[in-house]
């Protein structure tokens, strides 16, 4: 037994749906043009101050504030000592980094201690050349002749 499609013609939504279709992009493009073309405009800043409705009727007269002039900074230079490398540093060496520079500012000059030079040792080079290159076990000519029957 089949059953039978009791649906009108007029009733029956799959014919009108190209329409519906058709009218849902007119309403999303309409939409995203307007999004695209609304404009807005900022309020002006007298507009927000008139609104204000916080006023002190009383005004104080702020003292004027002395400030001291700033003092002589001289940034003194760290003391290099040079150390053999045999040596063990058991004082922690401490960087400031965080100083500020100006035209003022004195910077205490650097004596340089120039120390001897140290004579280097020879040592032995080390030999990087082979003495004896890679080669197969039973010559090349058999390489090739074995790489020739199985490729």
């Known amino acids: 037994m089949a059953l039978e499609i009791k649906k009108t013609a007029q009733a029956d939504l799959n014919n009108k749906k190209d329409f ?6 007119f309403i999303t493009l309409s939409l995203i043009l307007l999004a ?20 002190f009727e009383v005004m104080m007269d702020v003292p004027a504030t ?12 760290p003391r290099l000592v040079e150390v053999p490398d045999e040596q063990e ?8 980094f965080d100083i ?3 035209e003022d500012t004195k910077i205490q000059q650097v004596e340089v201690i120039e120390t ?10 080390i030999f990087t ?9 039973e010559g ?7 790489v020739a029957e199985k490729y």
């Open 66 to 77: 002395e400030i001291p002039p700033t003092p002589e900074i001289v940034i003194q230079q």
């Open 36 to 55: 695209f073309e609304w404009k807005q405009y900022d309020t002006p800043i007298v507009e927000l101050i008139s609104r204000n409705t916080n006023t």
């Open 129 to 137: 050349i082979v003495e004896f290159p890679a080669a197969p076990k």
């Open 100 to 102: 500020e520079v100006t």
């Open 89 to 96: 540093i058991k004082e922690e060496i401490k960087f400031v």
């Open 20 to 25: 519906f279709f058709s009218i849902s992009l």
């Open 116 to 125: 001897p030079k140290v004579v280097e040792e020879n040592v032995e080079e």
């Open 140 to 146: 090349l000519a058999a390489f090739y002749k074995y």
